[in-house]
């Protein structure tokens, strides 16, 4: 079985301490501080045993994420740069559809031959945050292609309580293979679906969202923002390209930060200007910057309005206070996409063609040349990169 794999030096930078669970389990709770000198190679691995509640499933799409990118990226003293939960080596990819090529003894709701899509978040259901509700903060997680084998490979097994029948989608393309390719984009969609309404509690029809960065997650939360009645979505981002597909998914208005700090002018100008001073009621961080994005975001809030960290980055963020009690304004941190009815309700909006997040996929890559796919994605220059397997 080939798969894409990522190794790295466990290398734990001056200064930072490693914990009982790292030093116990082997991951790294925050990437970034721990792995060095990251490496990708197509490898032959062993065929992974199916147990009696899992699926095997032969990947057909496989999104590469900005995660794996910065799996792949370095600071200058070789450290990645993906901040969060990891254990390497790893076969990578998280952002997928499959083909059900084999079933365990006690699987009932799933057969051969199905395609689904897959959570990311292997969430246990018995420690106490799963057992309150909170299966994104599951104590004993673990992730596919950040800390278990993912699917840029040609097999993989998971558990049959983590998949998701993508019939619907069969339906309504007319086609496996773009039903497949939609069912990959489940993921990240689910994951600003989680940020936007599971976490943040949505907005009132007519009301006005802001995206700062227009990567996958961006594009998702521009798609739902617009699916869930919003007046007005306003974007942000620097890649010209990528200005181009945010309005293809449902963008009102497109700016670039730099284009607008050399006019004189920023972000929240624009919004509250696009607005007449009234705000926007929900702002979302995608971009992974949040020093640069959440002082834009305050200045801009609307009376209730929320802010909705979802972009990753391992730095602190400057907050004034003093916005939050007088716009009695809230920030709210999302993580993953499980529960809730969350994937379930993402493939039901695709199934209506109300969300179709097909368009940002702008290149296609064979599992032979998935290294490559990564590479291309860390140029930035694409909407979302996929590697197909069909």
Not at 7 to 17: I, L, V
Not at 58 to 75: L, N
Not at 93 to 118: K, M, P
Not at 277 to 294: H, K, M, R, Y
Request: with cysteine; charged share 20%.
């Amino acid at each position: 079985m080939r798969g894409l794999q990522l190794q790295a030096e466990w290398a734990p930078r001056p200064g930072y301490t490693v914990s009982e669970f790292e030093r116990r389990t082997g991951k790294a709770i925050t990437g970034a501080s721990v792995w060095r000198h990251p490496k990708l190679e197509l490898t032959d691995a062993a065929e992974p045993g199916l147990g009696p509640k899992d699926v095997r499933l032969r990947p057909a799409a496989c999104g590469v994420c900005g995660s794996d990118v910065h799996f792949y990226e370095t600071d200058k003293d070789g450290y990645m740069l993906y901040p969060g939960l990891t254990k390497f080596p790893t076969v990578i990819g998280h952002e997928f559809s499959g083909e059900i090529i084999e079933v365990g003894r006690e699987v009932r709701s799933l057969r051969v031959g199905d395609l689904v899509t897959v959570e990311e978040m292997i969430w246990c259901g018995e420690c106490v945050p799963c057992r309150n509700g909170w299966p994104n903060q599951c104590e004993n997680l673990e992730e596919i292609g950040f800390t278990i084998p993912g699917a840029m490979a040609d097999q993989l097994v998971v558990g049959a309580k983590y998949c998701w029948p993508l019939g619907a989608l069969e339906e309504r393309y007319g086609s496996r293979a773009a039903a497949a390719e939609a069912g990959a984009l489940c993921e990240p969609t689910s994951v600003a679906y989680n940020g936007l309404f599971v976490r943040a509690g949505g907005f009132n029809p007519g009301g006005i969202v802001t995206v700062y960065g227009t990567g996958p997650i961006g594009f998702a939360a521009i798609a739902l923002a617009r699916a869930a009645g919003a007046s007005r979505v306003i974007a942000f981002e620097v890649s010209p390209f990528r200005q181009t597909l945010a309005k293809q998914v449902g963008a009102d208005d497109v700016y670039s930060p730099v284009e607008l700090q050399r006019a004189g002018t920023s972000p929240h100008d624009i919004v509250l200007q696009l607005t007449h001073g009234a705000g926007a009621d929900v702002q979302v961080e995608a971009a992974g910057a949040p020093a640069i994005t959440v002082p834009e975001m305050e200045q801009s809030l609307a009376i209730g309005g929320k802010i909705v960290m979802i972009g990753r980055a391992a730095e602190r963020a400057p907050l004034y206070l003093e916005h939050y009690q007088t716009h009695a304004a809230q920030l709210y941190g999302a993580q993953g996409h499980s529960g809730y009815g969350t994937f379930q309700n993402v493939i039901r909006l695709m199934a209506s063609g109300r969300v179709d997040m097909r368009p940002v996929i702008t290149s296609r890559f064979p599992l032979a040349e998935a290294a490559a796919a990564v590479v291309k994605a860390s140029r930035r220059q694409d909407g979302k990169v996929m590697i197909e397997m069909m």
